[in-house]
């Protein structure tokens, strides 16, 4: 039996449709990553699976119970982390921790081993008000209120949004070895790096889900073989190929651009070719393996494509 599963969930806010139709599971001990950027519809999804928002249509199931019918139930059986830290600030951690423990009946010792490798980090703040914590203490605060309770699905809500990178990469190994303890982790994130970190992940843009899958096979469905190319004006570079009919796509990222042609057998001497017609200084151009970011941006502009024909035969 899946831990979570969504299906045709559809939650609009009067015209504007946040959820579109969305369906997915995540399995039993899984760490399921829901990925896309801001106002893609990820805290809507996390909201309805979490009780605290209802859906206009569709059917949500936490651990077997209804999002609707049997709310209580699956309230004592999930941790929920909000991209917002919501925590008590006037309160210090130790407060927070016990308060947390007494609205679920339980206490910081009933489930301390399940905390212990997170609580050990921030237990020399314990008399430190959480107001007044950084941001990536803060965050482990938070992950300790989810879990004080030992709930079975552990929903967190873009935990790693505005920390540094340092805090990001200890929040994932923290992740990693709950995944390890059989808590199912259900993520959401705008960060791509992060996708292949998930045993599976779910790629979402406008209120819809445009692909899930393991992250490997994800990048593998990249249907073109694809270039990294770079030159000293790379500006210009951009705006040249973006103009040029054998370019499919053409997408800044950093120093380089990324490219794809229209043509089935493209090559780098080819790329070259085409460059020539803009005499580009110091032009270099490489194949590269996709990435997840690569592969999001192509469905993302297949989808907008999608709609655009959609609205042309409904006359719009």
């Not at 210090?92 to 081993?113: H, R, S």
């Not at 938070?142 to 805090?167: N, Q, R, Y």
């Not at 950093?254 to 200084?281: M, Q, W």
Request: some cysteine; hydrophobic content about 40%; proline content about 3%.
């Amino acid at each position: 039996m899946s831990a979570v599963t969504l299906k045709n969930c559809i939650k609009k806010y009067g015209d504007f449709v946040a959820v579109d139709d969305v369906s997915f599971e995540v399995q039993k001990g899984e760490l399921f990553g829901l990925i896309g950027p801001d106002g893609a519809g990820k805290t809507s999804v996390f909201r309805i699976l979490t009780t605290l928002l209802l859906a206009d249509s569709g059917t949500a199931i936490v651990e077997g119970h209804d999002v609707v019918k049997e709310f209580q139930e699956i309230r004592n059986k999930v941790g929920y982390m909000p991209g917002k830290f919501s925590l008590y600030q006037d309160l210090t951690v130790q407060e927070n921790l016990e308060f947390f423990a007494t609205i679920f009946g339980t206490t910081i010792e009933e489930n301390y081993e399940l905390i212990k490798d997170i609580y050990d980090q921030i237990k020399p703040f314990s008399n430190r008000r959480a107001g007044k914590l950084s941001g990536g203490m803060k965050q482990k605060l938070a992950l300790c209120c989810a879990l004080i309770h030992k709930p079975e699905v552990l929903f967190l809500d873009e935990p790693t949004t505005g920390v540094d990178v340092v805090s990001r990469s200890e929040f994932w190994q923290m992740l990693i070895k709950l995944k390890e303890q059989k808590i199912t982790i259900v993520v959401s994130t705008p960060y791509m790096d992060e996708a292949k970190l998930c045993d599976r992940i779910a790629l979402m843009q406008n209120g819809k889900i445009m692909s899930v899958d393991e992250p490997k096979n994800i990048i593998k469905s990249f249907p073109k073989t694809l270039f990294a190319a770079k030159a000293k004006n790379i500006y210009k570079l951009l705006q040249d190929f973006r103009t040029d009919k054998e370019i499919e796509s053409c997408d800044a990222f950093g120093e380089f651009i990324h490219i794809t042609l229209i043509s089935e057998d493209a090559n780098e001497e080819r790329v070259k070719e085409i460059a020539k017609k803009y005499n580009p200084e110091n032009f270099k151009v490489k194949i590269i393996e996709p990435t997840i970011e690569d592969t999001f941006i192509r469905l993302m502009r297949e989808q907008n494509n999608l709609g655009e024909l959609k609205e042309i035969v409904n006359g719009k």
